[in-house]
């Protein structure tokens, strides 16, 4: 195969050719950094460095000559810029951590080097990981001079969604095999669906949080994105287990090959479809291409259940007391004396705070922040922040009830295709369009998106399943299934 298809692989595809040495990791590193300048454009890499990608591929490819590499060795893949690096610069997408640069690197980057992957560069990603359009960016993509939001593949004047934007563009335009993407409400799973790839949100503490720059720490959770749940897979395998000893949220559950259950029979399947899914709100070319994926299912052994989960609409504002009075907390710690931004002139410690935080944080982390502290502030902490706990308690409770008749839950990604870059102006749409993935959240459950179609103007949409505790086995063996019958999750932008 020549080099200019390299990109058209699949990650299982270009492990196994480097494995048969049919090319080298140095030659597929070379072939992504190549096509990574050649789609500038779309804004997706925030931070790219050769030499450091290319020492890597070197390793690799020793490696593989020894026969040491493992199902990985080789692959080129890229971090969402949430991840510290030691070779790359971190930011956060945020001008307070301009020239950060990281003594160690997060315990994800670090599994996945361990196995073999080399690293092509840092994705773009909206500011502190607060965004659902990946508009919120304050840092200049590569071969830019200026901050600019990243852009869908399949339509440059539409948003990839957010907040790994970055992470789902290159993706899609195949600047990268797969890569890392974080998800505290909704951001693996969101920009999949716009973006028409795979990504899946694992259990809430199976993937550990050390090296992840916090928003909120109870929501927090990292997760592989690419082009097919096999990819995904393959990835999410190196991605999770214990780390006790660096986080404190990370759960003493073994790793998995989540790769052994791909193939698995679906016959007989309960999938769980709720009709707060598929109400008011939700588009019509969106409930099309759902309701087909959901037939395909049929076609292919599944069972569809009707199952409720009363307290959707709820999860909203639920979320957005939470994430934000985390996000107040986390943030404090960017202040300007340690590391990152320091305002210029200040007259005393409490001027260089003030000047430092308002010159460093963009408009919606600055609001998040705002928010925060008000609902944890005395008087308001019982009404807003205590009564938001219980009601994320009921919502978890709702998904255990529903459990109980079915094996997943399925329905959209997101309400709507990708929307037009600056179409949503109002912060509070942007919230609602996370409606849908904000439950399986809140209650720390895996959920996983995957290509079900297309929608007006040609725009993927996303079939979300959701499944019970350490249940992502059977997610990504679901999702497989039906991508061996479909063959969305292989279409690509014109002229990618």
Not at 15 to 31: G, I
Not at 104 to 129: I, Q
Not at 179 to 207: E, H, L
Not at 261 to 279: N, Q, W
Request: net charge negative; with cysteine; hydrophobic share 40%.
């Amino acid at each position: 195969m020549s080099q200019t298809e390299l990109h058209q692989l699949s990650v299982a595809e270009l492990a196994a050719q480097l494995r048969a040495k049919q090319v080298s990791a140095t030659e597929a590193a070379q072939h992504f950094l190549a096509r990574a300048k050649q789609h500038q454009n779309l804004g997706a890499f925030v931070a790219i460095d050769e030499d450091a990608t290319l020492a890597q591929a070197k390793a690799a490819d020793t490696l593989i000559a020894e026969g040491k590499g493992g199902k990985l060795a080789g692959v080129p893949i890229a971090h969402k810029d949430i991840f510290v690096t030691k070779d790359f610069p971190t930011t956060a997408a945020s001008k307070m951590l301009e020239g950060y640069r990281s003594p160690f690197d997060a315990t994800v980057v670090k599994k996945l080097a361990d196995a073999g992957v080399v690293t092509l560069g840092k994705l773009n990603c909206d500011e502190f990981a607060m965004g659902g359009a990946n508009e919120n960016s304050a840092v200049a993509p590569v071969g830019f001079d200026a901050a600019q939001p990243v852009r869908n593949p399949w339509n440059t004047e539409r948003v990839p969604g957010g907040s790994s934007g970055g992470s789902a563009a290159a993706v899609a335009a195949r600047l990268a095999p797969a890569v890392t993407g974080t998800d505290t409400g909704g951001s693996i799973r969101q920009p999949a669906s716009f973006c028409g790839i795979t990504g899946i949100k694992p259990t809430y503490g199976r993937a550990s949080r050390y090296g992840m720059i916090a928003f909120a720490s109870s929501l927090d959770q990292a997760g592989p994105m690419g082009r097919s749940a096999e990819d995904c897979a393959l990835l999410l395998s190196e991605m999770c287990g214990p780390d006790l000893d660096r986080d404190s949220t990370s759960l003493d559950y073994p790793a998995e090959d989540f790769t052994a259950r791909l193939g698995d029979s679906i016959e007989g399947l309960r999938i769980g479809v709720p009709a707060e899914f598929f109400g008011e709100g939700l588009s019509d070319d969106v409930r099309t291409a759902v309701d087909a994926a959901l037939k395909e299912y049929e076609k292919l052994g599944a069972k569809l259940v009707p199952v409720s989960l009363p307290r959707t609409e709820l999860s909203v504002p639920v979320y957005y007391i939470l994430a934000p009075a985390e996000a107040s907390s986390n943030l404090s710690r960017f202040d300007g004396v340690k590391f990152g931004h320091r305002a210029a002139r200040y007259e005393d410690l409490n001027d260089m705070y003030k000047k430092t935080r308002a010159e460093g944080f963009g408009d919606e982390v600055k609001r998040r922040i705002m928010i925060g502290a008000y609902v944890l502030s005395e008087g308001y902490y019982d009404a807003y922040y205590l009564q938001a706990q219980k009601i994320r308690r009921m919502i978890a409770d709702d998904f255990q009830a529903a459990f109980k008749d079915c094996d997943v839950i399925a329905g959209a990604a997101a309400p709507t295709t990708a929307w037009a870059i600056g179409g949503k102006a109002d912060p509070v749409s942007n919230y609602l369009a996370d409606i849908f993935t904000l439950p399986a959240s809140l209650a720390g459950l895996p959920g996983l998106s995957l290509p079900a179609g297309f929608g007006d103007g040609g725009m993927p949409v996303g079939l979300q399943l959701i499944g019970n505790y350490f249940g992502e086995a059977k997610l990504l063996n679901a999702a497989h299934r039906f991508q061996q019958a479909t063959d969305f999750h292989l279409k690509s932008p014109v002229g990618i």
